[in-house]
C-alpha cells in the first residue's frame, strides 16, 4: 500500500511531501473564500427557482419553510437580493427572479445536477449524494464539472 505524506493535501502530483508555494497556496484559499461569499445567494435563488417552476411562485413563508430558517432571515435575505438585482419582491406578496436571478439559478442548477449525478454514479448512498451535493456544488471548477461529466459519458446535457 502507498504511503501518504501528511501534506499529501498541500502538495502537488509533480512534488509530494513539498508544500505548495505560498502564492499557489492563497489562490485554493482566496477561491474557497470567493465561493464562501456566494453560496448563501446561490442557494436562494436556486430555491425561487424550484418553488416557481413547480408551484408557480415563491413566497416567503415556503422559502424559510425549505431553508429552515424564520421568516424575518428569508425577508433580509430577499431585501440582499433585491439590492443585488437578482429578485423583485413587494410586501406579503410572492418573490420572482430577475434575468440576473434567472441565470444564477439556473448556473446553481447545472453545476448541482452535474455533481448530483456523479456522485450517484460513484454509487453514494442517496442520502449522502442529495446532502453532499448540496456543499459541493458551489466550490467546484468548470474544469472539474467537466471532467465528471467526461467521466460519466456526458457532454453538456446533465441530469435533472
Known amino acids: 500500500m502507498n504511503e501518504r505524506s501528511p501534506l499529501s493535501h498541500v502538495s502537488s502530483s509533480e512534488h509530494p ?15 474557497v473564500r470567493k465561493a464562501h461569499e456566494t453560496e448563501l445567494v446561490e442557494d436562494y435563488v436556486e430555491l425561487i427557482a424550484d418553488l416557481i417552476d413547480a408551484k408557480g411562485e415563491a413566497r416567503a413563508v415556503e ?18 437580493l433585491r ?26 442548477r447545472t453545476r448541482h445536477s452535474v455533481v448530483l ?7 453514494v448512498s442517496e442520502e449522502t449524494a ?6 459541493m456544488e458551489h466550490h467546484v471548477s468548470d474544469e472539474t464539472l467537466a471532467a465528471m461529466r467526461a467521466r460519466m459519458g456526458q457532454e453538456d446535457d446533465t441530469e435533472r
Open 17 to 31: 511531501g513539498e508544500m505548495l508555494p505560498a502564492e499557489a497556496h492563497a489562490r485554493q484559499h482566496a477561491r
Open 63 to 80: 422559502i424559510a419553510r425549505r431553508m429552515d430558517v424564520r421568516q424575518a432571515t428569508v425577508a433580509k435575505m430577499i431585501r440582499r
Open 83 to 108: 439590492e443585488h438585482g437578482l429578485v423583485t419582491s413587494e410586501p406579503y406578496r410572492a418573490v420572482f427572479l430577475t434575468e440576473a436571478g434567472r441565470e444564477m439559478a439556473e448556473t446553481s
Open 117 to 123: 449525478a456523479f456522485l450517484r454514479w460513484l454509487g
Open 130 to 135: 442529495l446532502q453532499d451535493a448540496e456543499g
